[in-house]
């Protein structure tokens, strides 16, 4: 029998998925019923939200624990350091089996060579898997290189590559498996989000989240189909909690779902996410099983760089110091334990950006003379956006160098700037924005952040 003291733990892992597709935030369109149970049952992180929305350096930071731009892996297209400890060579220390299942993006190319594979014992998987897969024809690639071709849908084609590798495993020792799927990415040769048949049609012309009803973009064209990919998603969720159940692995089995970034459909910037905004940045966060059965919904602010060191603590393993997140156990155990007020992201390839996020307020800087594609960091920064997230939840009002709220962007620069020095980032200079005259706009002494 497996040791009872360590749990086996299921990343389940989406690409460019929304936390507002979720009944848990508010989706009327029923995409999500069984995370939406997962999350009453187990914990909700409400307010989970990406470090670096891209799918490599978002990728990297999961990995490793470390911020992308401590690793190098600030932007698509940079491997992962070989000497890198990843999440693989800790739960493999720790005696468990380890597999990875899926998208990588964080190697030199397809097949992923074996000293890129990240420390994985059993491997199935495609580095840039957008590029080398379609909708109904699935390929990756094993440990030795070699490819495969799987039937079905591809959703449903990993999860089923999941369900036989649970099945067929060696029982005497814990797993530890990242299952991380494409969808609800875009197809990136034609430029659409592709359902299987007939999902498409169920979402079309339905509900919009409220910020793609107000800027557009291309979510006209493509919100039907990316609903229909979340729906497939959830139901091959379904499919592996059914697995585990059915081979008596249900309680003791942690999983995690979450996504690399969200969505913004081309409404801040050319592309579909690299901004600092909540659509790319807000992403589902539910854990499940031993540890986090009952936490119910949890109000504070989590970045994907704490998932690393939670998922460690979890298992029971020793969580490293160099991590740059903290387990969340402590806080779930009791709610007035020392925890962040405000996520720190970085943003690169669109821009070279960083921003800071608390609950009522965002803040965001760009680098005019740095180029995304090149430089991970850089000295001078200008700030580009402000928003008063209680009064404006969709940010649809820049407030960025509005007279009435220059102190609360005089504090948020500050914590901008020592949120970066404790990523191993230079000490930036960060130049105010023009003053703007704000009208009736008045901020309170209460309301500037501290």
């Known amino acids: 029998m497996p040791d009872k003291q360590k749990p086996n733990v299921l990343v389940f892992f989406t690409d460019q998925q929304r936390a507002d597709t979720s009944g848990l935030h508010g989706c009327p369109l029923e995409l999500t019923p069984n995370l939406d149970r997962l999350a009453q049952k187990g914990t909700h992180l409400a307010n989970t939200f990406s470090c670096q929305p891209v799918c490599g350096p978002a990728r990297s930071l999961l990995q490793t624990g470390l911020y992308p731009t401590r690793t190098g892996c600030y932007r698509n297209g940079i491997p992962l350091p070989k000497d890198a400890k990843t ?6 220390e720790g005696g468990y089996d380890t597999a990875y299942i ?3 993006h964080l190697a030199s190319g397809d097949p992923v060579p074996a000293d890129e594979q990240g420390g994985y014992d059993y491997w199935l ?3 840039v898997l957008e590029h080398v897969s379609e909708p109904y024809h699935t390929v990756l690639y094993d440990k ?3 490819s495969h071709e799987f039937p079905g849908y591809r959703v449903d084609a990993m999860a089923d590559a999941a369900i036989r590798y649970i099945d067929n495993r060696d029982a005497k020792q814990p797993f530890f498996m990242f299952l991380s799927f494409l969808e609800p990415h875009h197809q990136n040769r034609v430029d659409d989000y592709p359902p299987p048949p007939g999902y498409r049609e169920r979402y079309t012309g ?3 989240p409220p910020d793609l009803a107000a800027l557009g973009g291309s979510a006209h064209r493509h919100v039907g189909g990316y609903f229909g990919m979340v729906k497939r998603l959830d139901e091959a969720l379904g499919r592996v909690m059914d697995a585990l159940t059915s081979l008596g692995l249900a309680d003791d089995t942690i999983v995690l779902f979450t996504s690399d970034h969200g969505c913004h459909f081309r409404t801040r910037n050319a592309e579909y996410k690299r901004s600092c905004h909540d659509s790319s940045i807000h992403v589902p966060g539910v854990f499940w099983g031993p540890g986090f059965d009952g936490g119910g919904r949890v109000d504070h602010l989590v970045s994907l760089i704490d998932l690393p060191p939670t998922l460690l603590d979890a298992a029971g393993l020793p969580v490293p110091e160099d991590m740059d997140g903290q387990s969340l156990l402590p806080l779930l155990r009791d709610a007035q334990a020392p925890w962040q007020d405000d996520v720190f992201i970085q943003i690169s390839e ?6 800071i996020r608390t609950k009522r307020w965002k803040y965001s800087v760009s680098a005019h003379d740095a180029n995304g594609q090149r430089d991970a960091g850089a000295k001078e920064y200008e700030e580009k956006h402000l928003y008063d997230l209680e009064a404006d939840p969709h940010e649809l009002h820049n407030l960025v160098g509005f007279r009435s709220h220059q102190d609360v962007a005089r504090v948020l620069r500050e914590r901008l700037c020592r949120r970066m020095r404790e990523a191993g980032e230079a000490e930036p200079r960060i130049i105010p924005a023009q003053t703007v005259e704000s009208g009736q706009f008045v901020v309170y002494e209460n ?3 501290r």
Request: glycine share 12%.
């Open 87 to 92: 999440l693989a060579h800790h739960f493999s």
């Open 102 to 104: 899926g998208k990588w």
């Open 125 to 127: 998987a495609a580095n």
């Open 144 to 146: 030795d290189g070699e």
């Open 206 to 208: 339905r509900w919009m």
């Open 350 to 355: 669109a821009e070279v950006g960083r921003s």
């Open 447 to 449: 309301e500037i952040p």
